[in-house]
């Protein structure tokens, strides 16, 4: 088995390196990849052989991983195209998105009972379609690719609001 383990995620698993994807394509090519790779496939040919398939198939769970989630996705192309997230060391956003933070934090604060959190749910998650929307436009069609890590930056804060969200209603629900 040669394997190269420097192929790009996109070049592994044999779709065009950009932001929109076919989430079924990319699960039956994961299916497919896993089948070939399979340690067991290779029990006959030693340990050496069963290793080496072993590591293949770590490196094709973690393009699955990557390529299968739009965030992680997004960020991962952005890499490629020369403007990392560096989402520890670069947190500056627009004024506009930081007051927008700051009205959902408020509001999940003084949320009373589910209907509350429900509304704001549905705010956020409205947010993360419009963002994930821009971020395959910068992507995909301006080859923008820092501008993108910009909004993969704030995509990284909706998500994060949005777990806070579930967690209180998860409270609620005890």
Known sequence: MTVNLSLSDFELFGVPARFAQDRAAIDARWKE????????????????????ALQ???RINEA???????????????????APIEAENNTAMPGEFLME?????EA?????????????????AQRRRDTLARIGRLLDLEG?????????????FVERFA????SRLAQLGQ
Not at 33 to 52: C, S, T, Y
Not at 111 to 120: I, M, R, V, Y
Request: with cysteine; aromatic share 6%.
């Open 64 to 82: 699955y991983q990557r390529l299968k989630d739009p965030l992680k996705r997004a960020a991962y192309l952005c890499e490629l195209l020369g």
């Open 163 to 166: 777990q806070d969200i579930e």
């Open 108 to 124: 999940l604060d003084e949320a009373e009972g589910e209907q509350a959190l429900e509304e704001l749910s549905a705010q956020v």
């Open 33 to 52: 990849l896993q089948r070939e790779a399979h340690p067991d496939k290779f029990a006959a040919q030693g340990a050496a052989a069963q290793r080496a």
């Open 144 to 156: 923008d690719a820092p501008q993108a890590a910009q909004q993969v930056r704030a995509l990284m």
């Open 101 to 105: 933070q700051m009205e959902w934090r």
């Open 56 to 58: 293949w198939s770590v």
